[in-house]
């Protein structure tokens, strides 16, 4: 069964404008991690923001916040005043932590983001 | 900064050949992984490990080997090459768990055709 479900194969947002990629997970293990990774044309993986499962708060990190619903078992990525360098694949991604640190990350299938000026 | 490095960003080889693609990690982490990437289907895990040689599989295993010999360094072997792993290979490294928010940190990858 899939695990981590992002149903946006891809989105175009205007520069400066704010955008929400979609990301849907299922576990069983009350304990878990989400991850948020983009990734350029380049191809690298880069770390954008985390939110654990017992996290109070929603995670911050500069103009990226991760909106957590864990009712909902969402974990959407939200992106404020998008530039055109915002303008990559993003993945989704989950860690249980049955087995605490060995365990790897699960990702889901990817959203394309392109920024419009 | 955690440096992960694939030995290769591009790579060329022929049905039948064994193929070999090293990764290695510079910041003495125990987890490493092996990932591939394909058009609408994200990444995929192939193989990880957590220690030096051990090894467990991931969710696409079949045609792929690895091998854990030394602790920053995780190579992963294509027995028979064919023209279905055509992909982008993808290798990440990660600190054992504490509270388990450690990143998976990924190198550039490795584009690799199989004609």
């Known amino acids: 069964a899939q695990k981590i479900t992002q149903t946006q194969p891809g989105m175009f947002v205007q520069e400066k404008e704010a955008v929400t990629l979609d990301c849907t997970y299922d576990t069983s293990d009350p304990s878990y991690g989400l991850f948020w990774y983009k990734q350029p044309s380049s191809g690298e993986m880069i770390f954008l923001i985390y939110q654990g499962s017992y996290d109070q708060q929603n995670a911050t990190e500069g103009r990226y916040s991760l909106n957590f619903q864990k009712a909902r078992k969402s974990a959407n990525l939200v992106i404020s005043a998008s530039q055109l360098g915002d303008s990559a694949m993003y993945f989704c991604?989950?860690?249980?932590?049955?087995?605490?640190?060995?365990?790897?990350?699960?990702f889901g299938k990817g959203t394309r983001l392109s920024v419009i000026a | 900064d955690v440096k992960v490095t694939q030995s290769s960003r591009y790579l060329v080889k022929r049905t039948g050949e064994k193929v070999f693609l090293e990764c290695v990690q510079d910041?003495?982490?125990?987890?490493m992984f092996w990932y591939r990437q394909d058009p609408g289907l994200g990444l995929r895990l192939i193989y990880f490990?957590?220690?030096?040689?051990?090894?467990e599989k991931g969710d696409i295993p079949e045609g792929y080997s690895v091998s854990r010999e030394k602790k920053e360094r995780f190579s992963l072997i294509l027995e028979s090459a064919s023209t279905n792993q055509t992909s982008m290979y993808l290798c990440?490294?990660?600190?054992?768990?504490?509270?388990?928010?450690?990143?998976?940190?990924f190198g550039d990858g490795t584009r690799l055709s199989i004609l």
């Open positions: 990440a490294s990660r600190a054992f768990g504490d509270r388990g928010n450690q990143p998976q940190h």
């Open positions: 490990s957590y220690d030096v040689k051990m090894k």
């Open positions: 910041m003495d982490h125990e987890n």
């Open positions: 991604a989950m860690r249980e932590y049955r087995n605490s640190g060995n365990t790897p990350l699960v």
